[in-house]
């Protein structure tokens, strides 16, 4: 099971860095412009008040391995076999809109019901509820950007 865990943050880490270079800007300048993702005031949510979703996330949810990804307001899933991306947005709670590449449709609207900055609870419009626990390692950096995409 560990394994599984360990080869899923590897690769979601590695689709996250693919996927959120070649859909971000390529200037150095959108790196340390800060998070466009409007904060909640107060409320008991831990991060997830502060908006601090950014990171590498892992779990297993019905025993399937789910990743998650989040640079800025752009973030990349891969759970049960789906990749899927999309952006992480402040609708009175903070929500993530995802659209996945084969049409699967179990985790495209999320709420991100908590966070304390060591675990991510998310419930799925379709009905899952995936809870991750921050990966201790970051996303590599200085990848190159502008990869085409198909």
């Not at 908006?51 to 973030?75: C, P, Q, R, Y």
């Not at 709670?93 to 659209?99: A, G, H, R, T, V």
Request: glycine share 14%; hydrophobic share 35%; charged share 20%.
């Amino acid at each position: 099971m560990h394994k599984l865990v360990r080869r899923s943050v590897a690769a979601a880490g590695l689709v996250a860095a693919l996927a959120l270079t070649g859909c971000g800007s390529s200037d150095d300048a959108a790196k340390d412009k800060p998070s466009t993702t409007p904060t909640q005031a107060g409320g008991g949510g831990g991060d997830a008040a502060s908006g601090n979703v950014e990171g590498a996330w892992a779990g297993v949810t019905e025993s399937k391995a789910v990743s998650l990804a989040v640079t800025g307001t752009k973030a990349v899933l891969l759970a049960d076999g789906h990749a899927c991306t999309g952006e992480v947005s402040d609708m009175g709670k903070q929500m993530l809109s995802l659209k996945c590449a084969d049409g699967n449709t179990d985790r495209t609207m999320g709420t991100i019901e908590s966070n304390d900055g060591k675990t991510l609870v998310i419930s799925w419009d379709a009905g899952a509820k995936d809870t991750l626990t921050k990966s201790a390692g970051k996303l590599p950096t200085g990848l190159p950007t502008g990869i085409p995409t198909p």
